[in-house]
């Protein structure tokens, strides 16, 4: 018979069960006498239960460190990425539960985030050029910070495809502010936040004219560009101030992640980028596809930005007007110091700054190196000038051997690196399917690799890209999964694999398939830093404000003025009051609706069927749904939150007179 001495501790320690097999046959059958007076009975015993379900000592322990039993809440959130779904995963850790899935950039009907009421006006706000976005390609969710550290209260989301950050605010866990960049076609290197969120930097991902403007692509050295965006954040006012923004133009080299500095290097900004042979494919027309064009080079470009100067600059006025932001042309960037370029390896990705502020690791998808920049020797050789050229555009670079501290070779396809609170870095290692684990004190091999399941992208760690780590746990972010869940046809799950990495060695806890899209990165916030509302003041609105039109119990009516009709309507259990409207064809109608709730949880919903109309409305909630009665007929209006007994109750109508024909 096996031992299982850690599994008893554990599950006495958690006071969940009483017993399992111990090494001893006297005590294990002392034991089971005693699992017999516990309420599982002794045929679901844990030692019955691990051998009728097949599990081993390390399952039942992996098992009992994520298990959070009803009633107990989890340590951590993670903010996910929601991919191509456009909106962001709200997950508790350990248990790996899906906690709330917050509309961002798409529509999301559960919270009314996009059929017709205020939440409209926000993705309005979001578009770009002359259509209508309503998805996304969302990448890097990233929690506001305070002195490095982060304080809880606001997350930066960006999307790719169409180049916008989106603010969400954490007390209520919605979205407030959509902002388009005006100058880029595409970003990737967002949403980063400088150590006190006094910006939000955005930059380019594909080179294209700024402003988006047409250029035939034999143009392509001289007019596409890359640019970075230094978001300005009002944090009293929780919303970026695109009139305090500005930008920096970019060489046409493709700019990829992007982090800020922090301690000794904040100030100081640092880009990837990739394809610096500027290939512009042609695949057509004989030429090279551009992914073998972009790899000719053995050097790529690492953009080193003194962002505190060139805010000075910016205030100086040293600026050009570009599709309304004020732009640090390349003219200026490059003889002040501001921008600075030094080689990095062929085809770099990730970009992540060390928790102490003192290293920039990079790692190579097509090296198998991480390399790690010196922050304090690149700023004193930008002090100094000592370079070893320009590029065609005039920006000094830096000699790679002066730059560095050092590479460690850490496998094939090294791409993203997480921290922990002992100097351990965590480098997702894409090509190997593996989390490599070394030091970037003492720069040597990684010390542990741990198997992923599979082709691991992004990696996370809990508070991993602060200035203080926690070290408890990491989650490989995988994206193929292939014979890890039920099979669901050919459009696989992504995983999320929870690694415990508290210990002398690293242990996989648990997977988590994640349905709804392919995320990028994700950061991990101990819970206690979240403080949530649980209602809302009476009459707030999808910005957070009291609603100039919020409706007060025993005020509701309905305003007529031509063919402008106003409803002033509120809900509480069980009712809509009024729950009869009827309008003519044709009408402009816009309804006000309160929730007079104050109850936590207690939230009803609203729609008008046929008419593509529905809100939630949390405790304390308002609306303005504003739409135009254009089909006559007989409607039912009702509450969508099983709210009450008299849920079903909750209902009206909403008639439609047609015209005199
Ligand atoms: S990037 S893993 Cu935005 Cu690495 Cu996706
Ligand atoms: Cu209100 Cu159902």
């Not at 936040?193 to 991902?205: G, L, M």
């Not at 570009?322 to 042309?329: E, K, P």
């Not at 409305?617 to 749904?625: F, Q, R, V």
Request: hydrophobic share 35%.
């Amino acid at each position: 018979m096996r031992a299982y001495p850690l599994v008893v501790t554990s599950l006495v320690a958690t006071g969940i069960v009483a017993v399992v097999a111990v090494g001893c046959q006297n005590q294990h059958e002392a034991n089971q006498e005693a699992a017999q007076k516990t309420s599982l009975g002794a045929s679901s015993s844990v030692q019955d239960l691990m051998k009728a379900r097949n599990l081993s000592e390390a399952d039942v322990e992996a098992a009992l460190k994520t298990y959070v039993p009803t009633g107990k809440m989890d340590e951590y959130y993670i903010f996910a990425s929601g991919g191509q779904s456009g909106n962001v995963d709200v997950i508790g850790v350990p248990s790996m539960r899906l906690l709330k899935v917050i509309g961002v950039f798409t529509p999301e009907s559960w919270q009314g985030w996009g059929f017709g009421g205020e939440s409209d006006k926000i993705l309005e706000g979001g578009n770009q050029g002359i259509h209508k976005i309503r998805w996304a390609d969302m990448h890097h969710p990233n929690l506001s910070e305070t002195k490095g550290d982060y304080d809880g209260q606001y997350l930066f989301v960006n999307d790719k495809a169409n180049a916008r950050v989106a603010v969400v605010d954490l007390k209520d866990f919605a979205t407030k502010q959509i902002v388009p960049n005006p100058l880029a076609a595409s970003d990737h290197g967002g949403a980063f936040v400088t150590p006190d969120t006094d910006y939000v930097i955005e930059t380019s991902q594909y080179p294209a004219p700024l402003g988006r403007e047409y250029a035939p692509i034999t143009d392509y050295k001289a007019k596409y560009r890359g640019v970075a965006i230094f978001w300005k954040f009002d944090r009293a006012k929780g919303r970026i101030d695109p009139s305090k923004s500005w930008a920096l133009e970019l060489p046409p080299y493709t700019q990829d992640l992007a982090d800020a500095g922090k301690l000794g290097s904040d100030g100081w900004a640092y880009i990837n980028s990739f394809n610096t042979e500027m290939a512009v494919g042609g695949t057509m027309e004989g030429k090279p596809p551009i992914e073998s064009g972009a790899s000719q080079n053995d050097m790529d470009y690492l953009h080193v930005i003194n962002w505190k100067k060139a805010e000075e600059l910016v205030n100086a006025g040293k600026t050009k007007t570009i599709a309304g932001m004020r732009v640090l042309t390349m003219d200026v960037s490059g003889p002040e110091g501001v921008l600075t370029l030094v080689g990095e390896p062929k085809s770099p990705h990730g970009c992540d700054v060390t928790p102490d502020g003192k290293m920039v690791i990079v790692g190579g998808k097509l090296d198998t190196h991480t390399t790690l920049y010196d922050t304090a020797k690149m700023k004193d050789l930008i002090a100094q000038k000592k370079f070893e050229g320009k590029d065609d555009y005039g920006i000094p670079i830096m000699a790679f051997k002066d730059a560095i501290d050092g590479q460690v070779e850490i496998g094939l396809g090294p791409l993203h690196t997480v921290f922990d609170d002992k100097g351990g870095a965590y480098t997702s290692v894409f090509i190997e399917s593996v989390v490599a684990k070394w030091s970037y004190t003492d720069l040597k091999k990684p010390v542990e690799k741990l198997k992923v399941h599979y082709n691991i992208g992004h990696i996370l760690a809990a508070e991993g890209d602060t200035v203080s780590p926690d070290g408890k746990y990491v989650v490989a972010m995988n994206k193929m999964s292939m014979d890890r869940f039920l099979p669901v046809g050919p459009l696989y799950p992504q995983n999320f694999q929870l690694v415990d990495i508290a210990g002398e060695k690293m242990r996989l806890l648990a997977d988590m398939p994640i349905a709804n899209a392919e995320p990028h990165y994700s950061q991990m916030i101990k819970a206690d830093k979240i403080k949530a509302e649980k209602v809302y003041k009476s009459g707030t609105n999808a910005t957070g404000e009291i609603d100039p039109n919020r409706v007060e119990g025993g005020k509701e009516r309905v305003v007529r003025n031509g063919n402008k009709v106003e409803v002033f309507m509120t809900a509480i259990r069980s009712h809509f009051t009024p729950d009869r409207i009827e309008v003519d064809e044709g009408d402009d109608v816009t309804i006000h609706v309160t929730s007079l709730e104050a109850a936590e949880d207690q939230t009803h919903g609203f729609t008008i069927d046929m008419y593509n109309v529905n809100v939630s409305l949390e405790p304390g909630k308002h609306e303005n749904l504003s739409f135009k009665a254009d089909m006559p007929g007989t409607y039912p209006m009702y509450c969508t939150e099983f709210c009450s007994a008299l849920h079903l109750e909750m209902t009206g109508y909403f008639l439609v007179k047609p015209k005199k024909r």
